[in-house]
Nanobody, 123 residues
Framework: VQLQACGGGLVQAGGSLRLSCATA????????RGWFRQAPGKEREFVAG????????IYAQSVKGRFTISRDNAKNTLYLQMNSLKPEDTADYYC?????????????????WGQGTQVTVSS
């Protein structure tokens, strides 16, 4: 399964970015999706997850109210709208396909991973 994340870049604190993650057409749309991130020298951490039909979303406390996860199953694409960005949001961001239909915060729950896209927030 191929996942390709894009949309990262350099932005000033307070700015916005929108990440996208396209998946191969043969990927089932019945699986939840998630976004994770990994900052230099730190472990990968959960950011946001969305159920197969978009009805349920979950967020890490650190991004709640600032980030919005969404998906378009017709386009096989996952999104992460990031607003009010902070320097501590700087990381490589990864999209992932879950094993089940509902999202989870655990990385082990996700079966397929895309390559990361780098987000850098300057102060």
């Amino acid at each position: 399964v191929q996942l390709q994340a894009c949309g990262g870049g350099l932005v000033q604190a307070g700015g916005s970015l929108r990440l996208s993650c396209a998946t191969a057409r043969r990927t089932s749309s019945n699986n939840a999706r998630g976004w994770f991130r990994q900052a230099p020298g730190k472990e990968r951490e959960f950011v946001a997850g969305i159920s197969w039909n978009g009805a349920r979303t979950i967020y890490a406390q650190s991004v709640k109210g600032r980030f919005t996860i969404s998906r378009d199953n017709a386009k096989n694409t996952l999104y992460l709208q990031m607003n009010s960005l902070k320097p501590e949001d700087t990381a490589d961001y990864y999209c992932a396909v879950a094993r089940g239909a509902v999202p989870s915060e655990g990385a082990d729950y996700y079966r397929y991973w895309g390559q990361g896209t780098q987000v850098t927030v300057s102060s």
